[in-house]
C-alpha cells in the first residue's frame, strides 16, 4: 500500500485549503485514514481520522474548522480546512491502518505536505 498527499501549500490566515490522500494497493476493510500533523520542533499529532464505516473524530482544536472524508471507490481521503491559523502551519501526513480477518494490523503513511499559514 502507498499512500500520497497533496494539496498544501501558502494561505493567508483566514484562508483554505483542501488536501487530498490517494490509497493504492489493496485495503482492508477494517480500516482508518487519519490525517497528521507535524509543526516545527513539535510532535507529531492526530487531526481527524475516519473509519470505514464514516464515523470521524476531529482535534478540539480543528473541530468546526476541518473536516475529513473519504472516497472509498476511489481510495480517496480529504481534509478540508477552513479558516486556516498560523498555528495549523505543519506537515500533514495522511496515515492509514488497516486490520486482516486474522487480527494482524498494518500502518502506512504517506510523504507528508507543507502547509504554511501566514498572519
Known amino acids: 500500500v502507498q499512500l500520497q498527499a497533496s494539496g498544501g501549500g501558502l494561505v493567508q490566515a483566514g484562508g483554505s485549503l483542501r488536501l487530498s490522500c490517494a490509497a493504492s494497493?489493496?485495503?482492508?476493510?477494517?480500516?482508518?485514514l487519519g490525517w497528521y500533523r507535524q509543526a516545527p520542533g513539535k510532535q507529531r499529532e492526530l487531526v481527524a481520522q475516519i473509519i470505514s464505516g464514516r464515523d470521524t473524530i476531529h482535534k478540539d482544536s480543528v473541530k468546526e474548522r476541518f473536516i475529513i472524508s473519504r472516497d472509498n471507490d476511489k481510495k480517496m481521503a480529504y481534509l478540508q480546512m477552513n479558516s486556516l491559523k498560523p498555528e495549523d502551519t505543519a506537515v500533514y501526513y495522511c496515515n492509514l491502518r488497516m486490520r486482516t480477518l486474522m487480527g494482524s494490523e498494518y500502518e502506512y503513511w504517506g510523504q507528508g505536505t507543507l502547509v504554511t499559514v501566514s498572519s
Open positions: 494497493g489493496s485495503i482492508f476493510a477494517d480500516n482508518t
